[in-house]
C-alpha cells in the first residue's frame, strides 16, 4: 500500500511522518482491499489539521478529519475516527460486565 504525505503550509517531523504511517497500515489492514491513503498536513493560524483518506477500488473513500493545538493531537483525533470506520459493524465490541460503563 502505498501512503502519499502532503503538507500545506506546515512542517511536519520524520518521527510524525512514520506514526502516521505505521497508524495507516494498521487501520487499512482491516479493509479488503486498500490500494493507497493520503495523509495531509496543514496549518490555519493556531490550528493544525490532519486529513486521512483510504482509497479502495469499488468503494468509497474512507475520510477521516482531526484538528487540534498540535499535530499529535489532530493525528490522534484522525485515527480514532478513521479507526471507527474501518471497524467492523458484524462483530461489536465485547463490553466487560465487571467494569462499569460510566464513572461518576
Given at each position: 500500500?502505498?501512503?502519499?504525505?502532503q503538507?500545506?503550509?506546515?512542517?511536519?517531523?520524520?518521527?510524525?511522518?512514520?506514526r502516521?504511517?505505521r497508524?495507516?497500515?494498521?487501520?487499512a489492514?482491516?479493509?479488503?482491499r486498500?490500494?493507497?491513503?493520503?495523509?495531509?498536513?496543514?496549518?490555519?493560524?493556531?490550528?493544525?489539521?490532519v486529513?486521512?483518506v483510504?482509497?479502495?477500488?469499488?468503494?468509497?473513500?474512507?475520510?477521516?478529519?482531526?484538528e487540534g493545538?498540535?499535530?499529535?493531537?489532530?493525528?490522534?483525533a484522525a485515527?480514532?475516527r478513521?479507526?471507527?470506520?474501518?471497524?467492523?459493524?458484524k462483530?461489536?465490541?465485547?463490553?466487560?460486565p465487571?467494569?462499569?460503563?460510566?464513572?461518576?
Amino acid at each position: 500500500m502505498d501512503i502519499i504525505f502532503q503538507s500545506h503550509h506546515a512542517t511536519v517531523s520524520q518521527f510524525l511522518r512514520d506514526r502516521a504511517a505505521r497508524r495507516v497500515e494498521k487501520a487499512a489492514a482491516r479493509l479488503a482491499r486498500a490500494v493507497d491513503a493520503v495523509v495531509c498536513f496543514e496549518v490555519d493560524g493556531p490550528t493544525r489539521r490532519v486529513e486521512i483518506v483510504l482509497h479502495q477500488p469499488r468503494h468509497r473513500d474512507v475520510r477521516a478529519v482531526g484538528e487540534g493545538p498540535r499535530f499529535t493531537t489532530a493525528l490522534s483525533a484522525a485515527m480514532a475516527r478513521l479507526d471507527a470506520q474501518t471497524r467492523d459493524p458484524k462483530r461489536p465490541r465485547r463490553i466487560n460486565p465487571l467494569k462499569p460503563a460510566f464513572s461518576a
